[in-house]
């Protein structure tokens, strides 16, 4: 039987995807629970091989857990900066680059109203893979309303610490760490690279002038 999606969701598809971007910086308001509930929804909705659903979206509003979820957010953001030869602060350039932002959010992200760790329940690239869909799906979703959030991974340093704290099975693993909030700031319209510099027709170099815009 069907599943009738909210009415809610008045944005059009095209207005959502030409005007959401990575947010990174977000207001303390906390967001309805049953604004929760419908991006969730959305989140499950979402394609995936054999109709097998392997996944499981873990949302975490608890304060005391999110919190901590952001300690192990900032010590595994700078572990990856480590395996990229960062020391650092001192070695991020400084402006308004996509690192400092991504920085200035591995301090801040332990006060985001809410979390989604979206799972596969089982291991390997292929499990993993297959939450894609559903993370755009979760995305898009809170766009329409208003809620942004970015994706965002975490690293084997503090794995084992996130299984422990949110009791998550061994046999499963954390794909992406989705922070939602109210933006502060705004979202599009987008910066982005033209059609011709990034796409191609049969070949890698040939961009015909019907994709040159």
Not at 18 to 43: C, W
Not at 123 to 147: E, Y
Request: hydrophobic share 40%; with cysteine; charged share 25%.
């Amino acid at each position: 039987m069907p599943i009738p999606a909210p009415d809610r969701w008045t944005m059009t598809l095209g207005e959502a995807m030409y005007t959401m971007r990575a947010i990174r910086r977000f207001r303390p308001d906390p967001i309805e629970e049953s604004d929760l509930r419908d991006i969730l929804d959305a989140a499950r909705q979402a394609p995936n091989g054999g109709n097998a659903q392997p996944w499981r979206f873990l949302l975490v509003t608890d304060p005391e857990k999110r919190a901590r979820l952001g300690e192990l957010y900032h010590e595994a953001w700078w572990a990856k900066r480590k395996d990229e030869g960062i020391s650092g602060p001192e070695d991020i350039p400084p402006g308004k680059g996509v690192r400092q932002s991504a920085m200035r959010l591995a301090g801040e992200i332990g006060d985001t109203p809410a979390f989604v760790l979206v799972c596969a329940t089982a291991r390997g690239a292929g499990a993993a893979q297959s939450v894609i869909p559903a993370v755009q799906n979760l995305l898009l979703a809170a766009r329409s309303i208003g809620i942004g959030g970015t994706i965002t991974t975490l690293h084997a340093v503090v794995e084992e610490r996130v299984h422990e704290l949110f009791g998550i099975p061994a046999e499963a693993q954390v794909v992406y760490c989705v922070p939602l909030g109210y933006p502060r700031g705004r979202f599009g319209p987008l910066d982005r690279k033209p059609l011709s510099e990034v796409a191609a027709l049969d070949s890698w170099d040939n961009t015909p002038d019907w994709l040159a815009t």
